[in-house]
């Protein structure tokens, strides 16, 4: 083998631990955002591990206390540890967040899917139901929603899975309109394909990456719907640990910060984390980039 070939072969066989560095500093919004969603993750599996306290536990010896060794974020009114309160209010906020955007995406992307490859009457039905939902903002429709079911988490879930919906399912009309006109899918049609099988087969696979990136952001937002119904009495009801719950406790207690700066830290942190992971998402699965 001559000296050039040999070369040609170290250079083609990099390192693994090279090639990685490579992607992380190609993309490092994607790996921060996910180190930190997965250190949250990693809360709600372990919470009671990782929480000193029961979060319900009450002491009223220990009321309002500021952060100490024994409390490290400090104390509410009722004298719960607020550091076990954020850790288990994780349980809550992420897995609701997942569900909304799980439910709103299936239901978005099939009706978006329908509207955008057949058209026609169905086409207009589905896109003005989501129109009208569209014309109302969202946390005021959201409360609405809450309101008029009642105050809990379903409830939050499903006021927030109407509330964007509609979002996916203009997002993926617009896509299903742009690869339905492509050479592949017209060749496959004119192949006898049915047409259940080019929408499932040939266009659906062709159409995800904007809503791949979408929902990674929806999630940051998810929690801070969910977490603005329950401030306002409409989501989770006390003393269930949440974070929005939680910072309604403290919205009184001026100089008590740590009441609500640290769940609110916690909401901040989630919605950093989706915004990176988008960022990445995007810059990864962009051609052009």
């Keep these: 083998m001559s000296a050039a070939s040999s070369v040609g072969a170290i250079r083609r066989e990099a ?16 790996w921060i955002g996910l180190t930190i969603l997965v250190a949250f993750l990693l809360m709600t599996l372990f919470a009671d591990v990782i929480a000193p306290t029961d979060p319900l536990a009450q002491n009223l010896r220990d009321r309002l206390d500021a952060p100490s060794a024994a409390h490290p974020f400090g104390a509410d009114e009722l004298g719960r540890d607020i550091y076990s309160r954020v850790v288990h209010g994780a349980r809550i906020s992420l897995p609701a967040s997942f569900v909304v955007v799980i439910i709103s995406v299936v239901v978005g992307v099939l009706l978006g899917a329908v509207a955008g490859f057949f058209g026609g009457a169905l086409d207009a039905a589905i896109m003005r139901t989501a129109d009208v939902t569209l014309a109302f ?39 299903i309109l742009v690869v339905r006109a492509q050479e592949y899918v017209v060749a496959a049609r004119a192949l006898g394909a049915r047409e259940a099988s080019i929408l499932f087969r040939h266009v659906l696979p062709n159409a995800w990456t904007p809503l791949i990136v979408k929902a990674a952001l929806d999630v940051g937002g998810i929690i801070l719907l969910v977490s603005a119904l329950s401030f306002l009495g409409l989501g989770v009801q006390p003393p269930t640990p949440e974070w929005g719950a ?24 989630v919605i950093l984390a989706c915004n990176l992971i988008s960022e990445g998402l995007r810059n990864w699965l962009d051609p052009h980039y």
Excluded: C, D
């Design 15 to 30: 390192p693994l631990s090279r090639r990685i560095l490579k992607h992380l500093r190609k993309y490092p919004s994607l």
């Design 137 to 175: 903002p969202s946390v005021v429709l959201a409360l609405a929603i809450s309101a008029f079911l009642g105050p809990g988490l379903t409830n939050a879930i499903i006021a927030a899975s109407v509330v964007l919906w509609p979002e996916y399912a203009r997002l993926m009309r617009s896509q």
């Design 246 to 269: 939680m910072i309604a406790l403290g919205r009184t207690k001026f100089f008590q910060w740590w009441l609500a700066t640290f769940p609110g830290l916690a909401i901040l942190l």
